[in-house]
């Protein structure tokens, strides 16, 4: 019966679990709360897409949660020998456990073909629950970082939405001391720095701030929800990204282009 295991939520006591680690060891899920807040995924076949795609964003925002303060573990019901090769092909730093007999999906009320997000803290207790009926059905990933930062009082700094680059060139003006705006970063004309386009050789460039939030190219070079400086020609749309950390984009030319 699985109608007392549904209770199971918020303020409720996180049910304990014999799963199975690297290697093959025995490990319990207890053990990953003790230190700091858990961030628990229930999964069901890590090969299928929707599942793959829920731990592939986990891993982006891994660093993230590092700086919250919560630690990541994911439970499938995938034999432990199929995990650890998932983890090692597709580079993912957090545990992954194996629950092959389904006991923490029936604890926890996962049902077959679902998907559950839980946030426990440090005392065991759940406080953050969210179960879906489909796998499509998951909480945001800003959503769980911010029910870590309630329990360890940690401030994350949300990336900027992506800047679109200009698709023509920009005019520059006849005055250089007047630069240009587009995408509201500053043309700078050559009499400023030591900016050369390796394409195409011009000297002027604009600086934009993005940030990769999610989708398939990030999600490919694992770089969702990182910030990034974009150094672009004026002439040719030529961009250079370069990663950088909250407050260092009015600098970042100063560094690349030795202005």
């Excluded at 029910?147 to 003006?173: S, W």
């Excluded at 195409?200 to 929800?225: D, L, P």
Aim: charged share 20%; with cysteine.
């Amino acid at each position: 019966m699985t109608t007392i295991h549904a209770e199971v939520g918020l303020g409720a006591s996180a049910p304990d679990a014999e799963l199975r680690g690297a290697g093959g060891n025995t490990v319990f899920l207890s053990s990953y709360w003790d230190e700091q807040p858990l961030v628990l995924v229930l999964l069901n076949d890590l090969h299928a897409e929707a599942s793959a795609d829920r731990v592939y964003t986990l891993r982006d925002a891994h660093e993230t949660f590092d700086e919250a303060g919560g630690a990541i573990v994911v439970v499938a019901r995938n034999a432990i020998d199929d995990i650890t090769a998932f983890r090692s092909e597709r580079n993912v730093g957090f545990a992954i456990l194996s629950d092959g007999l389904g006991s923490a999906h029936l604890a926890y009320a996962v049902p077959s073909n679902g998907v559950a997000t839980f946030v426990i803290d440090k005392g065991g207790t759940i406080r953050y629950a969210h179960r879906g009926s489909g796998p499509l059905e998951t909480p945001s990933t800003w959503t769980i970082i911010d029910a870590v930062c309630g329990l360890t009082g940690a401030a994350i700094e949300r990336p900027e939405p992506a800047a679109v680059l200009p698709l023509e060139p920009a005019p520059l003006h006849d005055d250089p001391a007047r630069p240009s705006f587009v995408t509201g970063a500053a043309v700078r004309p050559t009499v400023e720095n030591n900016y050369v386009c390796p394409k195409c050789g011009n000297t002027a460039y604009e600086v934009s701030k993005m940030a990769s939030t999610g989708g398939w190219i990030s999600r490919i070079f694992n770089f969702q929800y990182k910030t990034f400086a974009a150094i672009t020609c004026t002439a040719c749309n030529f961009t250079e990204l370069y990663r950088t950390k909250a407050g260092t984009l009015a600098n970042i030319a100063d560094i690349v282009v030795g202005r």
